[in-house]
Every structure is written in structure tokens, then in C-alpha cells.
């Protein structure tokens, strides 16, 4: 049965290409309601784009339990294994616009929805198990670095350089940038992080710290420098293109969930803050312990409603999983769902993508594009005498005891500011002779870019970071850079 042509409102019409004219060659006619209707509706297709994490692609998919962890949460999800949910993931680059090239070396954004009973859990992380900053505070003027100039609007080394010189705890994640890491090849192909520290809490109301990790079943594939510009130019949809011809061909990706377990008796021992997420744990001292098994097998019918449109926050936590003093994460909890109130406006959960498909039970109400099916007529205050909505003591929030009550603007651990230890393992001990190699090249390449009158003391500032992490990876650079370092610079740099 064929269908009528209708407007928003659902009234069928006929003429969709002539507008109303006077006479066949007057002017357009104010009246023509349907000219009106279609270039209002034109001209605001387009929403606010995301800030960072502009460009992106999604699937829906499916989570599994495959191991027992029910002795650190009590998160129904983990209850036993072969438990399983719906699950939606975006992964994307950071800095780049929408219409930049997935090709970019740039972090991968890996976040994902689950569909829990209990709720919608959003981890939100990245391709790396490290950040830039440790302090939520710097990331505006951090980003602002991966953006574009005030002053022509084009994308500038000397800034990002600039920062990360004047920041060395972006050193970790600098390197894994600069390296083939940087330029993965697609989304299938990489690993994926929740990065910050979390908290479980089990049926006993014990707490552990946990890291969450997601280890490609593709394995892991890059590009090099050289490749990944090339694939920039001929194909800037590269990563989008993979991804929905690997699904629609029934070539499921998907990836393995593990987690790392820190008790709060080993946190207080630890070498560095744990809650840092410029830092790693070793997984030789906290091995990786699996969880289950991610698999994505749909792409959403229409990528505006449901990739666009989708909305992750690190705060959309369920019962059993929670946060930790992480500042980068502690900042995160406010902002990404303040974002979205902006971007998407204050009912943005009640889209079909972000809508928890289990009860949603409370008093909020109103705001642009409110939909009233979870609520009707139901009362809009708590307590009342009309409902039957009780809050369950079962979920009560963990209670703790905080390490201090001295308001501080510094972190406790005394190795807060080594910043070049871990660095320096991520060259010698993770990287092969090839990995180093292109790490050099790139960061040369990159730093060949740095120009005007501040350019030597950025260079020689970032040199310094590079010869304490280790000497030969700065001399490398240096060489390729054509610094000439004499051994006061040298010495100077290593203290």
C-alpha cells in the first residue's frame, strides 16, 4: 500500500516541488504553508557540534558476561555469568571537526551505553589507557590547543607543543600519541579504555578501585604517518566505512572486557596517586582479570537520531559501580551531561538512543521536547499520596570516610610529580625497535612544525621532558631536529 505525502503535522499534500505562485511567473505566495514547513525545518537540521569528539561513528551491539566478578560488585549485570545486554558504543576522534579525516593522529574516543535492569551504565574512555592532564581545570585551555588560532583559524603545532612543553605529566600520553597508536587503522583494530579509576562495590559493601580494558579480537593494526595522511586524502571516512561494511557483512567486531583490581590497603601503598590518570597499573603487579565479551552487530538505521544524537556521561554509574577521587573524572561527572543539556537539551535521555528501555521512575518534568509516555498525568512532586514510587534502601550510596577534611589544591602522593618513569617504560619496555622508530619520526615531523619568535624555547622546553624520560629518545629527536646538545644541556636537562 503505497503512502501519502504529509506534512509534520500528518495533513497529506500534493504539490512537495512547485511553491504557490502568483500567476505562473509571480512571486512565491506567503501562504505556501509547505515552502514555509520544509525551509524552517532545512535550515535547522543541524544541532550544536560536540565540542570534542565532533566526528564519529556508532553500532549497537551485544554484552556478555563471561566470567564471575560477583566478589568485587554487586551489579546485577555481573550477577553470573552468561548474563548479557543491549549495548550501543561511538567511538570517534577528539580534536578534529565533523568533517575532518578519521585518519588524524589523534586519541580514539571508545564510548559505550549498556542497557543494564538497573540502568543505562555509560563507560566513556579512549583508545589509550592515559590522559594529556590530570586536573579537569586545564581541559579548556588544553583543547583549545588541539583546536584551531584566534587569530587564522588554522590548526598550529607551536600551540600544542607550547602546552604540552609547559605540561609534563602530558608526556605519557604525548608518546603513545606520536607513535603508530595515534593513527589507528580504523575502529576494529584498536584496544579501548575507561582509563580514569573506578570504584566497585560488592554485596558486602566492600569497595575496590578497578581500571577498565577492552582488548580488540581483530587485533591490534595501525597506520603508519605516511599511510594514514595518504588514507586522508582518499578516503577521510575511512574508519566510518570499515566499521559498517565489516557489520553489514556479518564480520561482528568485537572486543574482550577485562578489569584490574586495586584494594584500598595496596592504593595507599602505591608508588604513584592511583586516582592519576596520566599513570598506568602495572599488570604485572594488578593482572588483568576478564569480564566478558562486547560484540557489535547493528547499525542504526538512521546515524543522525542514534550516533548523532547519542549521549554518554561517566556520571550514568549503576548500583555495584562508582566513581574515585580521580580529578579528570571527578570534572567529567559535571560536564558531559552538561553538554548534552546544550547540545541536545535537558530530555535528551528520553531520545531513543539514550533511553533506558527498563522503568524510569521520577519527578522530573517539562523543557524543550519533553515527551510525556514515561509519566502522563502522574504527579510532579515527592512524597505525594497518588503514586506508588518508593525509594529501595537496597541502593543506598556507599558510605566512606574521606582521607582529610583540609580543603587542598594539590594531590597527597609525594610522587605526584613524576611524570617521566612511566614514560620512559612506554619507550624501552612496550615499544619495539620499529615502534621507536616511527615514534621518532613522527614527533620530528610534528615538531618541525613549531614557528615564531617562542619556537627554540619550546623545543628545547620539550627536549627537556624527552631526555629525563630517556636520553637517547631525546637525542634522536634532537638529532632529527638539528639541536646541537652539549653535555651542561644534557646534564641540566636530566636533573
Same mark, same amino acid.
Given at each position: 500500500?503505497? *503512502?501519502?505525502?504529509?506534512?509534520?503535522?500528518?495533513?497529506?499534500?500534493?504539490?512537495?516541488? =512547485?511553491?504557490?505562485?502568483?500567476?505562473?511567473?509571480?512571486?512565491?505566495?506567503?501562504? =505556501?504553508?509547505?515552502?514555509?514547513?520544509?525551509?524552517?525545518?532545512?535550515?535547522? #537540521?543541524?544541532?550544536?557540534?560536540?565540542?570534542?569528539? %565532533?566526528?564519529?561513528?556508532?553500532?549497537?551491539?551485544?554484552?556478555?558476561?563471561?566470567?564471575?566478578?560477583?566478589?568485587?560488585?554487586?551489579?546485577?549485570?555481573?550477577?553470573?555469568?552468561?548474563?548479557?545486554? *543491549?549495548?550501543?558504543?561511538?567511538?570517534?576522534?577528539?580534536?578534529?571537526?565533523?568533517?575532518?579525516?578519521?585518519?588524524?593522529?589523534?586519541?580514539?574516543?571508545?564510548?559505550?551505553?549498556?542497557?543494564?535492569?538497573?540502568?543505562?551504565? =555509560?563507560?566513556?574512555?579512549?583508545?589509550?589507557?592515559?590522559?594529556?592532564?590530570?586536573?579537569? !581545570?586545564?581541559?579548556?585551555?588544553?583543547?583549545?590547543?588541539? !583546536?584551531?588560532?584566534? *587569530?587564522?583559524?588554522?590548526?598550529? $603545532?607551536?600551540?600544542? &607543543?607550547?602546552?604540552?612543553?609547559?605540561?609534563?605529566?602530558?608526556?605519557?600520553?604525548?608518546?603513545?600519541?606520536?607513535?603508530?597508536?595515534?593513527?589507528?587503522?580504523?575502529?576494529?583494530?584498536?584496544?579501548?579504555?575507561?582509563?580514569?579509576?573506578?570504584?566497585?562495590?560488592?554485596g558486602e559493601n566492600e569497595r575496590? &578501585?578497578?581500571?577498565?580494558?577492552?582488548?580488540?579480537?581483530?587485533?591490534? !593494526?595501525?597506520?603508519?604517518? +605516511?599511510?594514514?595522511?595518504?588514507? $586522508?586524502?582518499?578516503?577521510?571516512?575511512?574508519?566510518?566505512?570499515?566499521?559498517?561494511?565489516?557489520? #553489514?557483512?556479518?564480520?561482528?567486531?568485537?572486543?574482550?572486557?577485562?578489569?584490574?583490581?586495586?584494594?584500598?590497603?595496596? %592504593?595507599?601503598?602505591?608508588?604513584?596517586?592511583?586516582?592519576?590518570?596520566?599513570?598506568?597499573?602495572?599488570?604485572?603487579?594488578?593482572?588483568?582479570?576478564?569480564?566478558?565479551?562486547? +560484540?557489535?552487530?547493528?547499525?542504526?538505521?538512521?546515524?543522525? $537520531?542514534?550516533?548523532?544524537?547519542?549521549?554518554?556521561?561517566?556520571?550514568?554509574?549503576?548500583?555495584?559501580?562508582?566513581?574515585?577521587?580521580? *580529578?579528570?573524572?571527578?570534572?567529567?561527572?559535571?560536564?558531559?551531561?552538561?553538554?548534552?543539556?546544550?547540545?541536545?537539551?535537558?530530555?535528551?535521555?528520553?531520545?531513543?538512543?539514550?533511553?533506558?528501555?527498563?522503568?524510569?521512575?521520577?519527578?522530573?518534568?517539562?523543557?524543550?521536547?519533553?515527551?510525556?509516555?514515561?509519566?502522563?498525568?502522574?504527579?510532579?512532586?515527592?512524597?505525594?499520596?497518588?503514586?506508588?514510587?518508593?525509594?529501595?534502601?537496597?541502593?543506598?550510596?556507599?558510605?566512606?570516610?574521606?582521607?582529610?577534611?583540609?580543603? $587542598?589544591?594539590?594531590?597527597?602522593?609525594?610522587?605526584? =610529580?613524576?611524570?617521566y618513569t612511566q614514560p620512559g617504560?612506554?619507550?624501552?619496555?612496550?615499544?619495539?625497535? +620499529?615502534?621507536?622508530?616511527?615514534?621518532?619520526?613522527?614527533?620530528?615531523?610534528?615538531?618541525?612544525?613549531?614557528?615564531?619568535?617562542?619556537?627554540?624555547?619550546?623545543?628545547?622546553?620539550?627536549?627537556?621532558?624527552?631526555?629525563?624520560?630517556?636520553?637517547?629518545?631525546?637525542?634522536?629527536?634532537?638529532?632529527?631536529?638539528?639541536?646541537?646538545?652539549?653535555?651542561?644541556?644534557?646534564s641540566h636537562a636530566k636533573m
Amino acid at each position: 500500500m503505497e *503512502k501519502k505525502l504529509t506534512t509534520s503535522s500528518g495533513a497529506p499534500y500534493f504539490e512537495h516541488q =512547485d511553491s504557490q505562485t502568483v500567476g505562473e511567473r509571480g512571486p512565491v505566495l506567503l501562504q =505556501d504553508f509547505i515552502l514555509q514547513e520544509n525551509l524552517a525545518h532545512f535550515v535547522r #537540521e543541524r544541532i550544536p557540534e560536540r565540542v570534542v569528539h %565532533a566526528k564519529g561513528s556508532g553500532a549497537y551491539g551485544k554484552f556478555t558476561v563471561t566470567n564471575d566478578i560477583s566478589q568485587y560488585t554487586r551489579a546485577k549485570l555481573f550477577s553470573k555469568i552468561g548474563n548479557s545486554c *543491549k549495548m550501543f558504543a561511538r567511538f570517534s576522534t577528539v580534536g578534529g571537526e565533523k568533517g575532518s579525516a578519521d585518519t588524524a593522529r589523534d586519541p580514539r574516543g571508545f564510548a559505550l551505553k549498556f542497557y543494564t535492569e538497573d540502568g543505562n551504565w =555509560d563507560l566513556v574512555g579512549n583508545n589509550t589507557p592515559v590522559f594529556f592532564i590530570k586536573d579537569a !581545570k586545564k581541559f579548556p585551555d588544553f583543547i583549545h590547543t588541539q !583546536k584551531r588560532t584566534p *587569530k587564522n583559524n588554522l590548526p598550529s $603545532a607551536t600551540m600544542k &607543543w607550547d602546552f604540552w612543553s609547559l605540561n609534563p605529566e602530558s608526556l605519557h600520553q604525548v608518546l603513545i600519541l606520536m607513535s603508530d597508536r595515534g593513527t589507528p587503522h580504523g575502529y576494529r583494530h584498536m584496544h579501548g579504555f575507561g582509563s580514569h579509576t573506578f570504584s566497585m562495590i560488592n554485596g558486602e559493601n566492600e569497595r575496590v &578501585w578497578v581500571k577498565f580494558h577492552f582488548k580488540t579480537e581483530q587485533g591490534i !593494526k595501525n597506520f603508519n604517518n +605516511e599511510e594514514a595522511t595518504k588514507m $586522508a586524502g582518499e578516503n577521510p571516512d575511512f574508519a566510518q566505512e570499515d566499521l559498517c561494511k565489516a557489520i #553489514e557483512n556479518g564480520d561482528f567486531p568485537k572486543w574482550k572486557l577485562y578489569i584490574q583490581v586495586m584494594t584500598e590497603e595496596q %592504593a595507599k601503598e602505591f608508588r604513584w596517586n592511583p586516582f592519576d590518570v596520566t599513570k598506568v597499573w602495572f599488570q604485572a603487579e594488578f593482572p588483568l582479570i576478564e569480564v566478558g565479551e562486547m +560484540e557489535l552487530n547493528e547499525i542504526p538505521a538512521n546515524f543522525f $537520531a542514534h550516533v548523532e544524537q547519542s549521549a554518554f556521561s561517566p556520571s550514568n554509574l549503576i548500583d555495584g559501580i562508582s566513581f574515585s577521587p580521580d *580529578k579528570m573524572l571527578q570534572g567529567r561527572l559535571f560536564s558531559y551531561p552538561d553538554a548534552h543539556r546544550y547540545r541536545l537539551g535537558v530530555n535528551s535521555h528520553q531520545l531513543e538512543v539514550n533511553r533506558c528501555p527498563f522503568a524510569v521512575n521520577n519527578y522530573q518534568r517539562d523543557g524543550f521536547m519533553a515527551d510525556s509516555k514515561d509519566y502522563g498525568d502522574a504527579p510532579n512532586y515527592f512524597p505525594n499520596s497518588f503514586d506508588n514510587i518508593k525509594p529501595d534502601a537496597s541502593y543506598k550510596n556507599f558510605e566512606y570516610e574521606l582521607d582529610s577534611n583540609k580543603v $587542598a589544591n594539590f594531590n597527597r602522593n609525594e610522587n605526584d =610529580d613524576d611524570h617521566y618513569t612511566q614514560p620512559g617504560l612506554l619507550y624501552t619496555k612496550a615499544m619495539n625497535t +620499529e615502534d621507536r622508530e616511527h615514534l621518532v619520526h613522527n614527533i620530528i615531523q610534528s615538531m618541525k612544525g613549531i614557528d615564531g619568535p617562542k619556537r627554540d624555547e619550546i623545543i628545547n622546553r620539550q627536549l627537556c621532558h624527552f631526555f629525563r624520560a630517556n636520553v637517547e629518545l631525546g637525542m634522536k629527536v634532537a638529532s632529527g631536529l638539528q639541536i646541537n646538545i652539549d653535555q651542561n644541556t644534557l646534564s641540566h636537562a636530566k636533573m
